[in-house]
């Protein structure tokens, strides 16, 4: 018949709870019992809650570990930068033999400079030289005083002293030492004198 009152209830929970204190195998049996029990709590518990673990996709560590393919060390992804920089021929240029062009307005250069007969002006004297010097040489021309200039003739052929595809420097010797001219190619084949040095 089904307990209705407290008092028998009471009567119920003492009964159980008294009877593993009844004898020493009762609170074995009950000591046994209750480690089954947390164990089989401990094995069910962890199932029903899950695995709380955060995914690898959001483990900072897990991620950088899992952008390295397998049996590839850290060291070797090290990308290599791109090139930035051109690499070509060199930019100096190659010797060739002087362009006889080169040397002819190198000697007719130098004899319009060492035609400075007593009187002649700065201009008169520069004006012989223009059809064989280059416009940028000029102004530099005209600054020079022509009774500075002691040479008075051309004493030998030219001579090239470097050369290549588009300048030759030529060596002309005059009475008065050797005359270092820079002769460059202007375009379509027209040498014009660029600069100059008196020599010894």
């Known amino acids: 018949m089904p307990i209705r ?13 008294g009877w593993p204190l009844r ?3 009762h609170l074995a049996v009950a000591a046994f019992a209750l480690v089954v029990l947390i164990a089989a709590i ?10 709380r673990t955060p995914p690898a996709s959001q483990n900072p560590v897990a991620g950088a570990a899992s952008a390295i393919p397998s049996g590839t060390s850290g060291s070797t992804r ?19 033999p002087p362009a006889p062009g080169a040397l002819a307005v190198a000697r007719q250069w130098t004899e319009k400079w060492v035609n400075h007969p007593t009187g002649i002006t700065s201009a008169e004297w520069v004006e012989g030289m223009r059809p064989f010097t280059t416009e940028e ?12 200039v002691r040479a008075t003739r051309v004493t030998g052929e030219p001579e090239a ?11 002309v010797p005059t009475d008065e030492g050797d005359l270092l001219l820079t002769v460059i ?7 014009r004198v660029a600069d100059y040095e008196q020599g010894d």
């Open 78 to 96: 090290t990308s290599t930068p791109a090139q930035t920089r051109l690499t070509g021929p060199s930019e100096t240029p190659s010797s060739v």
């Open 23 to 25: 004898s020493p195998r």
């Open 137 to 148: 040489f000029l102004p530099r021309m005209e600054t020079v005083d022509p009774e500075n």
């Open 161 to 171: 002293v470097r050369s290549y595809p588009k300048s030759v420097q030529a060596r």
């Open 42 to 51: 401990g094995f069910v518990v962890p199932g029903l809650v899950g695995d």
């Open 185 to 191: 190619d202007t375009g379509a084949g027209q040498w």
């Open 5 to 17: 009152t407290n008092r028998g209830r009471a009567a119920v929970y003492r009964k159980l709870w």
